[in-house]
């Protein structure tokens, strides 16, 4: 079991930069692929990227490719999702999330084993 708790996000500029963080308590941390989702208002969760356990690959979706870039730093337990270049369309609740077996790009919310409680990102055109 793992517990998930978001932080940062809020309100941006189109244009600016926001940082999410996602810190991880229960087991070890590194037996997890972490992810990030979000959900627009009406609309499905949406894969946004995800690292492996070692933090060594990283994978994105195309719609936030070169503007978005997941960490993760294992012996603080913690996930960051750095995010620039921000547009109206990336506003969503974002969801950090946790997959226990494998390795590579999980990018189906099925996926995933446990969540975070969201975090509100607003862009202002």
């Known amino acids: 079991q793992v517990q998930l708790v978001e932080s940062g996000g809020g309100l941006v500029q189109a244009g600016g930069s926001l940082r999410l963080s996602c810190a991880a308590s229960g087991r070890t941390f590194n037996a997890y692929t972490m992810a990030w989702f979000r959900q627009a208002p009406g609309k499905e969760r949406d894969f946004v990227g995800c690292?492996?356990?070692?933090?060594?690959?990283?994978y994105y979706a195309d719609s936030v490719k070169g503007r978005f870039i997941i960490s993760r730093e294992n012996g603080k337990n913690t996930m960051v999702l750095q995010m620039n270049s921000l547009k109206p369309e990336d506003q969503a609740v974002y969801y950090c999330?946790?997959?226990?077996?494998?390795?590579?790009?999980?990018?189906?919310?099925?996926?995933?084993?446990?969540w975070g409680q969201g975090n509100q990102v607003n862009v202002l055109s």
């Open positions: 999330a946790a997959r226990t077996y494998g390795q590579g790009a999980f990018a189906s919310k099925n996926e995933y084993d446990y």
């Open positions: 690292i492996t356990r070692n933090g060594g690959r990283t």
